[in-house]
């Protein structure tokens, strides 16, 4: 079937330490975006992508980092840098080139740093 | 400057009853999209609907009706005949073009719950 995958589900990491999440789409969408969700809040774009070996930051980028090597592919690093990780993440995709079309999402990834 | 203002962090209705989720929105674009996302305590995000800037007409998607008012920017979700079910949190999007590139914008969300 497709859809968007985002593992690992729940993901544990030290402080200071960097961690790569996962986000994989067989929909042959060209565009791709990875936001954080904070208890009670609503959805913050960090980075998203228009085609492959481009991307955007959005509202939230310090202290994160993405690569979008294959089409189907958009994972983002969260990096020492980035104050306060701990967060629901959530990817998604959509058909490139119109407003018209809606986003679709992974199941999400919560990213715990102890 | 808010892309995307819901105003109501929490709403009740009773079941069977009509609500109504607010949202506000704020571009230059005079080409854009509206979405509304139903979010349950799982976490995955269910597209409802879409309004599309051109269009004339409201949209609606069996119990979802989307109240467009495009001189006001205003986007509200119309649930009717609510259901338990219902009860989630609810987030109103716009897609809009921004220096060549498609934005999808959140709004911060409504969580509605729907009283026996």
């Known amino acids: 079937d497709g859809g968007i995958t985002q593992s690992p589900k729940y993901l544990f990491r030290k402080e200071g330490q960097n961690v790569t999440l996962s986000c994989e789409q067989n929909l042959n969408h060209d565009a791709m975006y990875w936001y954080r969700q904070d208890p009670g809040q609503g959805l913050r774009l960090i980075y998203y992508?228009?085609?492959?070996?481009?991307?955007q930051k959005g509202d939230i980028a310090e202290g994160y980092s993405v690569s979008r090597e294959k089409k189907e592919s958009f994972p983002l690093t969260v990096t020492s840098a980035q104050k306060n990780p701990t967060a629901f993440y959530l990817c998604?995709?959509?058909?490139?080139?119109?407003?018209?079309?809606?986003?679709?999402f992974g199941q999400g990834t919560r990213l715990t740093v102890v | 400057a808010q892309k995307i203002t819901q105003t109501q962090p929490g709403m009740f209705v009773q079941e069977k009853e009509a609500v109504t989720l607010d949202c506000t929105y704020d571009t230059s674009d005079p080409s854009y999209g509206l979405f509304w996302y139903k979010q349950p305590s799982s976490g995955e995000m269910i597209f409802l609907i879409y309004q599309g800037s051109y269009d004339q007409q409201n949209a609606t998607e069996g119990r979802y009706s989307l109240n467009f008012q495009k001189a006001r920017k205003s986007a509200n979700l119309v649930i009717s005949a609510s259901q338990l079910g219902d009860s989630a949190m609810y987030f109103c999007?716009?897609?809009?073009?921004?220096?060549?590139?498609?934005?999808?914008?959140f709004g911060t969300g409504t969580k509605l719950q729907v009283i026996p």
């Open positions: 998604a995709s959509s058909i490139g080139g119109t407003v018209g079309t809606e986003a679709f």
């Open positions: 999007a716009m897609r809009e073009s921004s220096g060549g590139y498609q934005k999808v914008t």
């Open positions: 992508s228009q085609i492959v070996n481009d991307f």
